[in-house]
């Protein structure tokens, strides 16, 4: 079984620009989560979606955004990117909602901002 | 405030040493714990995870890890370190599910 795959790899972008990542959950994993990792911040949470909708959310600006596709694949989208939104942006899928302790990450976007 | 601490940053150890990196967490209840490795530039494993029963618990690359609940603690430990090993190690608590992360600790491993 596959796991979980996150497009693209790398990406560069310009300050102010707006950016959209890709992540495709584990076959039959319902529930997508977005974290950030940054050297200063660490790890963060940034939301978690399930059948469509946002279930929960960390504490990020409305500049971070994100939607669910009827296959469970998601996308989560930053606008008027900042310096500060360079990081590793990682997701998560489990099964249903409820199981973020039966996640398993993707290898992650690198988005750097210049 | 509801945390996860892993105290140590950096850690460097020689190859067949033996390993142990500290986590402690502040929350009320026993949360579920987990450890997970991250190698550059890739995404997180999970190493090995505590829900409850047994407070040590055996986990992959022969990792073990220990709650103890008086301490608010649950190490990893390792009895024989190898090369690969060097990584970047989280400690996390399931917490209104979402995983909330310590800072991490970088551990170099000497020949």
Redesign the interface.
Known sequence: KAG?TQTPRYLIKTRGQQVTLSCSPISGHRSV?W?QQTPGQ????LF?YFSETQ??K?NFPGRFSGRQFSNSRSEMNVSTLELGDSALY?C?SSLE?????E??????T?LTVT | AQSVTQPDIHITVSEGASLELRCNYSYGATP?L?W?VQSP??????LL?Y?SGDTLVQGIKGFEAEFKRSQSSFNLRKPSVHWSDAAEY?C?V?L?????????TRLAVHP
């Open positions: 979980v989560s974290y660490g790890l963060q949470f978690e279930r929960n960390g990682l998560a909602w409820g199981t973020a302790y996640q398993y990450f993707g290898p992650g690198r | 579920y987990f997970y530039g890739q995404g997180l494993q999970l995870k829900f989280f996390a399931e209104y599910n979402k995983l909330i992360f310590g800072a991490g």
